[in-house]
Structure formats: C-alpha cells, structure tokens
C-alpha cells in the first residue's frame, strides 16, 4: 500500500522569504511518481511540480523546487521568494508504476499563509 | 493548453432535483476523473474514465450517476441528493503514457455544490 504524509497543517511565512512544506511518502514500488499541487480558495486544483523515483535531479519549475532525497523517502517542496499569491493549501501525491495504480494518493495538505 | 473545463461554478439543488455537472478537456486525454472535496480535506476519487469506458467506481452512491458521451466529454448526473453530498466536486483528466506513474492528472476549477 503506499501512503503520503504532510506532516504540517499550517506555515506561516513572510512574503519574499523561502518556506519548505514537507512530504514523505511509503511505497514499496521501485517505479513511482510524486506530484505537487496547489489549491488557492477558489478551488482548482494546480500541477505544481513532478518528480520521478529515476530522476536524477531535482525538478524546478520557477519558483518551485523539489527536494527528493530518496533513501529518506522525502519530497519536499520549495517555494523560493514567496509571494502573496503563493497563499493557498498545497498537496503532495503520488502514484505508483509497475503493478500499482497510476491514480494519485493525496497527503492531508498544508494551507501556507503568505505575510506582507 | 493544460485547460479543463467545468461548468457550472456554483450549483445549488433541493434534495429531489436533478441536475448535471459538465466537465471539459481538448488536450487529448485519454483518462477523465470525477473527485469529491469536502473543505480542507484532499479529494475522493469517486469516478475514472479510461477510453470512454468506466474503469473505476469508487463504491459511490448510485445518486451520482456517471456519463463520458465522448472523449473529451463527461457529465455527472445528479439526482436525489443529500445535504451531506454537498462539496467541491473536481474534474481532471489525464494522458495515460505507457509509464503510468508519470501520468499528471490536470484539474478544473471545480463545481461547489450545496444541497439544501
């Protein structure tokens, strides 16, 4: 079974600063996935960023990063010069490749708070 | 374009109405979703559509009627809701590569839906 754990319900961070928001996932499935998305309170849910478990490097996007460090089994994502707009809830998710389901298992979510 | 539609935004339904929410996607996508967000919680898998065919139905109420009329196209009908059944409810679609666990799924904006 594979399991995504977001570990902070709430960050708090002041606009322009980094703010890390941590994921851990648990699968035994050498071929994976792991997805960042945002949710501002209007709803729609944002692809953010996405990591494979044969990735290299760690993807970057803009202003997102991700930090893979696979033997900790963690993909925490970092959001650099934070913005205003950056506030909204964030979800880690992952799937599974060989013999496992390609839908995602979504984490609790964290809701970031961005201060001027 | 990463571009899913959903209409309407806001739906407000008495408990023996019926009603349909539309989702779409031009980006060729072979995989659709329904999922159902209830605040501050992670979305439900309710519905997949892979190839216009039913793939999963997540146990969910037969009021939640499912339909994909074509490729780019799915419906969810509602009939006989419960104020409990109130939620966010996204669609996504997705490409369904080979190597499934690199499969994004992209979100709409979402339908909110109070049953009074």
């Known amino acids: 079974a594979q399991k995504i754990t977001q570990t902070q319900p709430g960050m708090f961070v002041q606009e322009k600063e980094a703010v890390t928001l941590d994921c851990t996932y648990d699968?035994?499935?050498?071929?994976?996935?792991l997805f960042w998305y945002k949710q501002p309170s209007s709803g729609e849910m944002i692809f953010l960023i996405y990591?494979?478990?044969?990735?290299?490097q760690n993807a970057t996007e803009g202003r997102y990063s991700l930090n893979f460090q696979k033997a900790r089994k963690s993909a925490n994502l970092v959001i650099s010069a934070s913005q205003l707009g950056d506030s909204a809830m964030y979800f880690c998710?992952?799937?599974?490749?060989?013999?496992?389901?390609?839908?995602?298992?979504f984490g609790r979510g964290t809701s970031l708070i961005v201060h001027p | 374009d990463t571009e899913v539609t959903q209409t309407p935004k806001h739906l407000v339904m008495g408990m023996t109405n019926k009603k349909s929410l539309k989702c779409e996607q031009h980006?060729?996508?072979?995989?659709m979703y329904w999922y159902k967000q209830k605040a501050k919680k992670p979305p439900e898998l309710m519905f997949v559509?892979?190839?216009?065919?039913?793939?999963i139905n997540e146990s969910v109420p037969s009021r939640f009627s499912p339909e994909c009329p074509n490729s780019s196209l799915l419906n969810l009908h509602l009939h006989a809701l419960q104020p409990e059944d109130s939620a966010l409810y996204l669609c996504?679609?997705?490409?369904?590569?080979?190597?499934?666990?690199?499969?994004?799924?992209?979100f709409g904006p979402g339908t909110r839906l109070t049953v009074l």
């Open positions: 990591q494979g478990s044969y990735d290299q």
């Open positions: 996504a679609s997705s490409h369904l590569p080979r190597r499934r666990s690199t499969d994004t799924q992209y």
């Open positions: 998710a992952m799937t599974q490749g060989t013999g496992g389901s390609y839908i995602p298992t």
């Open positions: 699968t035994s499935d050498p071929s994976y996935g």
């Open positions: 559509y892979s190839y216009e065919k039913l793939s």
């Open positions: 980006m060729g996508h072979r995989a």
